[in-house]
């Protein structure tokens, strides 16, 4: 058991945890950062990033990641590559365990535990990540820009990202596993009023074909059984996200997602002296300049409840 209560602990290393860090170490909260089990986050898993701006040339996720840390190293931030398994976030002193059973005690806890995209689970998608196949069309669809896409899924993400795609690639194809898609009647809309976006309804992903790269989606329809081959470049899983916030249920105000809710235009829970930031508490944006920007908030929002309490 750690004797020395911290100002500000940070649970999560994407983004926002790192943002929360740099602006809490700058503030003299010396913050302590606990990685999680993906330390980086889902940038870890990206390799060109485009659109974080600062960066001309673009740069690759993990490479980011690694100047995130350093930047919030520099101003003092202490990193733990653990992860958080417990809470107790009750009263002015909030307790979290690590997997190591160390007990930790802060004033402020900033959660930055992020959201990991679904996956169909079949093992080509593992293989072939990366190499055409993605989660993120904003992130990676203009690498496919002039190629046939697969977009599998029939909600909002997979409309939204089906739109999306169809303005850069000649041809989208979005597999709906039913016959009508759960997505707004809008989003519902604008699919079907973008010519170039075939809906292959009743269909199912039987594997994505390809050795280095993805080149092509073998497809099945549940109704009739019938298998067919979309030649395809790039494949995009939008089958939801989920939240990584189980360690938090029944204490901190969430949405039927598992989303984390926060007072608007604040970073602050239900619960004083607890903030959330990043993807846990985004699920219509969930871009890391925004997770990065929610982090600042988190940071500056905590660094005012210290000084309300005067603890700092
Ligand atoms: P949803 O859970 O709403 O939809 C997931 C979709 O993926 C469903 O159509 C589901 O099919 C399908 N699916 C799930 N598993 C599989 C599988 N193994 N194989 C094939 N298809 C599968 O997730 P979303 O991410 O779309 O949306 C989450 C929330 O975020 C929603 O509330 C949505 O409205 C919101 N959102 C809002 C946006 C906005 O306002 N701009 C943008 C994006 C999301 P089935 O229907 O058969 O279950």
Redesign the pocket.
Known sequence: MQDSVHNCVIVGSGPAGYTAAIYAARANMNPIVYTGKEPGGQLMITTDVENYPGYPDGIMGPEMMEDFRKQAERFGTKVINEIIVKADLEGPIKKIWSETGDEIHAHTIIIATGASA?W?GIPSEQRLMNNGVSACAVCDGFFFRGQEVVV???????A?EATYLAKLCPKVHLLV??DE??A?KIMQKRVEKTENLIVHWNT?TVEINGEEAVESVTVKNNKTGEESIIEAKGFFV????KPNTGLFTGVLDMDG?GYLKTTPGTSRTNVEGVFASGDAQD??YRQAVTAAGTGCMAALDAERYLAEKEII
């Open positions: 679904k169909l599998v899924g029939g909600g909002d993400t997979a939204e596993r039913r898609m759960r707004s199912e939008a089958i939801g996200h997602s699920n219509v």
